[in-house]
């Protein structure tokens, strides 16, 4: 079975190409080994397992050694043997891009490690404000993966939905996570969430289960869910939010308005968002990650970036062991005719707000900024 596991993984590519191929999953696995340890027993439980693997990795680090040395890139289409069939390019699953460099993975694992660092010191200083005990609520964003033992919490707006549809893949819900439409990921997609288990259930996942969440850069993360839920139609968004939205903060407004809560402006939104006395709840669409998350109660193996997303996702899928062919989709479901919203967008919307409001809607969302590293969005805000 070791071979058959390792020929759909090798089939048809120049056996020194596999050696590198190899090389490199050796080498990212030594290099994460340390900071994710329940990637090392999922890696063993799912994948390896065989001597005979384990002499390929011996003679393999070797080679890492002195390719880590010299920093090599190593370009795929130039080792490539001529004729590659359909299997081998799923083998280069983790690369994308078509082209791949050690260092751009040592670059990557130590990246993730200084964002894990960070959220510890962040947390650390933070603590006296945040609660010790995990309760049903804190792990309602999480989905449960039970058979490769993932945790996977979910920010909306975030990749959320194509992270989805990996995770039903990983279920054996479907074999193709591109052919999965968007409404039976939102509404039909059998996936447990965590605070669906009793407590021991619960904490016994959370103990042993690799967790992971995508987070995003606040502001784009808002306007993002702004454009998708007032400025698209959508009766149930217009009706909760729209209608007294538009009644509290719109001057004179019209009775058509008032009726459907269609057109709430960005501006509008604005005004809500930082409303203290806000005419109706928070969404999770626009609450901070760390609301949904809270990343200083569930110590996260994986803080992903929704920036470098297809990256980290398919590296994070390579070292949980999932099946080698599977890699994130990159779906824009909702509204696909809209661009995806960019900091040019972004920087646009927030031209139709005062520079008091740009500032405290960076106060609002400045526990995301200082827990995920993200940098202040505008340059004359403090
Ligand atoms: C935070 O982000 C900056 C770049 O924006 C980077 O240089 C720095 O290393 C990051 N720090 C951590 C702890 O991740
Ligand atoms: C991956 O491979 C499995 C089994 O070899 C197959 O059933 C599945 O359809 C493939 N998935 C994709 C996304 O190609």
């Known amino acids: ?12 590519v120049a056996s020194s190409l596999l050696y590198l191929l190899s090389a490199g999953l050796t080498l990212l696995s ?23 693997q384990q002499t390929v990795s011996l003679h393999i680090t ?28 799923s083998s280069s699953a983790l690369f994308t891009s078509g082209s791949f460099s050690l260092e751009s993975w040592r670059k990557l694992s130590s990246n993730l490690e200084a964002r894990r660092q960070l959220m510890k010191n962040m947390c650390a200083k ?15 964003q999480i989905y449960v993966e039970d058979k490769y033992k993932l945790l996977y919490c979910e920010v909306p707006k975030a990749g959320c939905s194509n992270w989805k549809r990996t995770l039903m893949v990983l279920a054996g819900q479907a074999s193709n996570a591109r052919s999965i439409t968007h409404d039976t990921v ?23 289960y690799t967790k992971v969440v995508f987070v995003r850069e606040p502001l784009e993360r808002l306007v993002s869910a702004y454009r998708d839920k007032f400025e698209n139609p959508n009766n149930h968004y217009h009706n909760l939010f729209g209608k007294p939205i538009i009644s509290k903060y719109r001057v004179n407004p019209s009775q058509e308005a008032l009726r459907t809560g269609n057109g709430v ?3 509008e939104f604005v005004q809500y968002l930082l409303d203290v006395h806000r005419p109706v709840g928070m969404d999770i669409h626009w609450e901070l990650a760390n609301q949904l998350c809270h990343p200083c109660l569930i110590d996260y193996d994986f803080i992903g970036k929704f920036e470098n997303m297809e990256e980290e996702s398919n590296l994070f899928l390579r070292i949980t062991g999932a099946p080698r062919n599977l890699t994130l989709p990159s779906f824009k479901d909702r509204n696909p005719k809209d661009k995806k919203t960019s ?8 031209t139709q707000v005062s520079k008091g409001q740009r500032q405290r809607v960076y106060d609002f969302y400045y526990m995301d900024y200082l827990m995920f590293n993200y940098s202040k969005p505008f340059k004359d805000i403090y």
Not at 1 to 12: C, E, L, M
């Open 265 to 267: 402006t960005f501006k």
């Open 186 to 208: 939102h509404y039909n997609n059998h996936l447990n969430r965590l605070d669906s288990f009793d407590h021991k259930e619960i904490m016994h996942r959370l103990q042993t």
């Open 126 to 140: 933070y603590k006296s404000s945040i609660s010790k005990t995990i309760t049903r609520d804190h792990v309602k």
């Open 343 to 350: 900091s040019q967008i972004t920087e646009k919307y927030f």
């Open 62 to 89: 070797k080679i890492n050694h002195k390719m880590l040395k010299t920093s090599t890139l190593i370009h795929h289409t130039t080792n490539v043997s001529p004729s590659p069939s359909t299997s081998s390019s």
């Open 30 to 52: 030594s290099f994460l080994r340390t900071s994710f340890p329940n990637f090392e027993r999922s890696k063993q439980s799912v994948t390896i397992g065989s001597t005979n």
């Open 1 to 12: 079975t070791v071979y058959v596991q390792r020929s759909y993984f090798i089939s048809d």
